[in-house]
């Protein structure tokens, strides 16, 4: 119990505390305070009903349809790359995939990308002095690319990598649906509505956030109702910064999806340990079996200076390496 006058708190709500000085009071305080206690909690019960709601459902256990496990303390892109010099925000575990699922959610396929740590929600962020950066969602720095390849002959596919990501995918493993998890999807998606691939790119408006955990909601008929098991995969993990839109690349200038890129030394808006090429993969992690598998990806050229963009494949999933371990106990 605190002073009279003084409010304490309870959540983000403020209850007044009323201690009584005489008898008569005493004896009508506890009415008073539980009638105010009755309707703080109707006012807060619907306040926070639509919040529950949302997180039960993400909760509710749609069917689990694919899942794979992606190696701990990769978050090195090609084994080489420094984390950004900020330790509140993009401190070490908030880049590194723990664990990738797709379920079934009726109408929806429900994505979800596990990270090794969450970061905590800023409460403050500005451009400049005037003017403050607004998150739009429940992802703060983190871009979660999901390339999908599912068995349409006569879809268009593509091997470029979401602009800014700076990479492309190997011969026979093109994708045909792309989801985007980002800061800003609204913004994102005008950026790519001149993009050739921009028609097979979906940027989710809702993205949901349990601690380390993110899920968003695709319907089937932009995807497809075909079971997830068919199709083949890349996710990669990106950082993702509002105030870098674009920069020069060797042949052409192009906007980047707000994707923080990768230098030769780290800073307080990009990566650290890029070659001098303008080839380095703005990939900081990416779903592979095994750190090494990861490693020869994103290298690329000789491990010295790249000479072009690096080549992901697409994998199937359970996770080719992981199958044979599984198999094998």
């Known amino acids: 119990m605190g002073r009279p006058g003084v409010q304490v708190e309870s959540g983000r ?102 990270v090794d740590r969450p970061i905590d929600r800023p409460i403050e962020l500005r451009a400049t002095r005037a003017r403050y950066i607004r998150f739009e969602g429940e992802v703060f720095f983190q871009n979660f690319d999901i390339y999908i390849r599912t068995p349409k002959d006569k879809e268009t596919r593509f091997d470029r990598s979401i602009p800014g990501r700076n990479f492309k995918f190997a011969p026979g493993h093109e994708w045909n649906r792309a989801v985007v998890i980002t800061p ?92 001098l090429s303008p080839y380095n993969p703005a990939i900081i992690d990416l779903l592979a079996p095994t750190r090494e598998d990861q490693k020869k990806m994103l290298a690329g050229g000789d491990g010295h200076r790249r000479t072009s963009l690096v080549e992901i494949k697409l994998t199937e999933i359970p996770l080719p390496r992981a199958a044979k371990r599984a198999a094998a106990r």
């Open 184 to 275: 800003y999807p609204s913004h994102v998606a005008s950026l790519l509505t001149e993009w050739d691939a921009g028609g097979s790119t979906l940027v989710p408006n809702v993205v949901r956030r349990i601690g380390p955990r993110f899920f968003v909601r695709v319907p089937k008929e932009q995807i497809g109702d075909r079971n997830p098991k068919s199709w083949r995969y890349a996710v990669t993990v990106s950082g993702a910064l509002p105030l870098i839109q674009d920069y020069r690349r060797a042949d052409r200038d192009y906007t980047t999806a707000l994707t923080m890129p990768v230098r030769p030394q780290p800073g307080r808006e990009h990566f650290g340990g890029a070659d």
């Open 13 to 114: 709500h403020f209850l007044p505390v009323v201690r009584a000085k005489s008898a008569s009071l005493k004896q009508n305080a506890p009415v008073a305070r539980t009638t105010h206690v009755k309707r703080f909690l109707r006012t807060t019960a619907f306040a926070v009903l639509p919040a529950l709601t949302s997180v039960s459902a993400a909760l509710a256990a749609p069917n689990t349809v694919v899942e794979a496990v992606d190696p701990d303390v990769d978050d090195y892109g090609p084994g080489t790359y420094l984390y950004p010099l900020e330790p509140y925000f993009l401190r070490r575990g908030v880049f590194d995939l723990k664990r990738f699922r797709v379920r079934d959610g009726g109408d929806d396929w429900i994505f979800e990308v596990e």
